[in-house]
């Protein structure tokens, strides 16, 4: 589709087009749909995309009046020997398994709900208790892989980081500088870091088995005692294979 009837769709507020495109306005850092009742923008202001994570990814929020969260993620807390972890679904995937005293919590809450256009229930799913089955099994010692459909909300390096981090084997570790060389990027500690201390599928995806070159545990976002306890039980499990 070119620019050119993209504009038209817009400028003709035709709904036609909604979900197949989506557009920025410069000016006012918002993202609309082609039929937004709003004031139409300068053509010089509006940037186009194909959907609305790529316009979050860029630093754009939903606009009020077209795009309303009209999607759920299910939330509920999970007790954990070494702390709560709120537990998130969206439409049949777990997208969310976070520590409840991280630092971040907020940044991941305003990611999760500008890029899914979505609000918090309170509310259990199916995905959500049988995430808290396997966690309950993984903390007696009885599972080491996890079976539950993962949903990635973030960018496209983020992404990438975080499915490298599914390839890193119950009770065992690696340092953040040999995690960026598997991905082929060995000069983007930092970045690989960063991108690890976002994930916000704590333990499903193990970036706790991510330590420091000299074997120190390094920040966690439940907490070093919680990093701590989650290598000393997987290690000692494999110990006594």
């Known amino acids: ?5 993209k504009i038209k ?7 036609s087009y909604d979900g197949k495109f ?5 000016s006012t850092g918002i993202v609309c749909k082609p039929s937004c009742k709003a004031r139409k923008p300068h053509e010089k202001n509006i940037v186009l995309f194909d959907t609305p994570e790529q316009a979050a990814n860029a630093g754009y929020r939903p606009c009020k009046i ?8 299910q939330i509920q807390r999970y007790h954990s020997p070494c702390g709560d972890l709120m537990l998130g679904s969206f439409e049949g995937k777990l997208c969310l398994c976070d520590w409840a005293v991280e630092k971040h919590r907020d940044v991941v809450d305003v990611r999760l709900r500008k890029i899914l256009q979505a609000d918090y229930e309170e509310k259990a799913s199916d995905i959500i208790r049988e995430t808290s089955k396997q966690l309950d099994e993984y903390f007696d010692g009885k599972r080491t892989v996890f079976d539950i459909p993962l949903l990635f909300v973030g960018t496209d390096f983020q992404k990438k ?56 545990l390094t920040g966690y976002g439940g907490g070093l005692d919680a990093k701590k306890a989650l290598l000393t039980l997987e290690l000692g499990k494999n110990k006594s294979r």
């Open 1 to 5: 589709m070119e620019r050119e009837e």
């Open 9 to 15: 769709a817009i400028m003709n507020r035709d709904s």
């Open 22 to 26: 989506c557009y920025g306005v410069k």
């Open 66 to 73: 077209c795009m309303k969260p009209s999607n759920t993620i």
């Open 161 to 216: 980081v975080w499915h490298k981090l599914l390839e890193i084997p119950y009770g065992t570790t690696l340092s953040y500088r040999e995690l960026a060389t598997r991905l082929d990027m060995p000069k983007a500690v930092r970045a690989v870091a960063n991108a690890n201390g976002a994930n916000a599928i704590s333990i499903l995806v193990p970036c706790h088995r991510v330590i420091g070159s000299d074997h120190s």
